[in-house]
Each structure stands twice: as structure tokens, then as C-alpha cells.
């Protein structure tokens, strides 16, 4: 009775542990799950839109959505802790960008806009 009892509970805990796989369910949190590559190319993209909408003088929240969707898309980016650092600091131009548009300092936007997608282009030479 004793053999069956630690069987049958050895059995029902491996089942229970190989039923929640955290691999299986990695990207099902609402983010994209793209590469390195193609989080820095999509970065650059919105960066760049929010730049354009700035100069064609378009509505601050064209702008402001343009600037959330590049801060989301860089938490994709998580290769090592030099190019985590190197992230952190272009998402505080992001976050300076997005303060200053919504003040309504338009060039001070546009300058930390342009400088975050400096320190966005030089994330790919810190992966090694």
C-alpha cells in the first residue's frame, strides 16, 4: 500500500509539473516577440514617424502613440547587460521626448527623438 500511495503521488506530481511549461507560454503576455534585429528595425520605424509627425506639425497624439509603441517594442530588446544599460538610457530619451511633447516643447522633443534613435543604432554593436 505504501508503494502504490508514493508511486501514485510521484506520478501526479511529475504530470502536474510537465503540464505547465514556461517555455510554451513565453510570448503570450501581449508582447510581439520579434528578434533583436527586428525590434531595433521596428524602434527605428517608429522613432522615425514620430520624428516626421513633429515636422509636418501633426496632433501630439499621433506623436505620443508613435513614442509608446517604440518604448514597448524595446522591452523585446534583452540580449546581455551591456546592451540592457545601453537600452535603459535611449528609453529615458524616449520618456524625455514623450514629457517634453506633451508639455508642447516640440523641438526639445525632437532633438531626444533624434538622439534615442542614435543610442537605438548603436545597440547592435554592444551584443557581443
Known amino acids: 500500500m505504501k508503494l502504490l500511495k ?4 510521484a506520478a501526479s ?3 502536474s509539473l510537465g503540464s505547465f511549461s514556461t517555455t510554451a507560454v513565453a ?4 508582447r510581439t516577440c520579434v528578434s533583436f534585429g527586428q525590434a ?6 517608429h522613432i522615425g514617424m514620430a520624428i516626421d ?3 509636418q506639425e501633426h496632433d501630439t497624439a ?3 502613440k508613435h513614442i509608446k509603441q517604440a518604448k514597448d517594442l524595446s522591452k523585446e530588446i534583452n540580449e546581455n547587460d551591456k546592451v540592457d544599460i545601453a537600452r535603459g538610457r535611449a528609453n529615458g530619451l524616449l520618456k ?6 506633451r508639455k508642447g516643447e516640440m523641438s ?5 527623438l533624434k538622439a534615442a534613435k542614435a543610442k537605438f543604432a548603436t545597440l547592435a554593436g554592444l551584443r557581443n
Open 6 to 9: 508514493s508511486v501514485l503521488v
Open 13 to 15: 506530481l511529475a504530470l
Open 27 to 30: 510570448c503570450e503576455d501581449g
Open 40 to 45: 531595433v528595425s521596428m524602434i527605428d520605424e
Open 53 to 55: 509627425a513633429i515636422e
Open 62 to 64: 499621433t506623436i505620443l
Open 96 to 101: 524625455k521626448a514623450r514629457s517634453a511633447v
Open 108 to 112: 526639445a522633443g525632437d532633438e531626444a
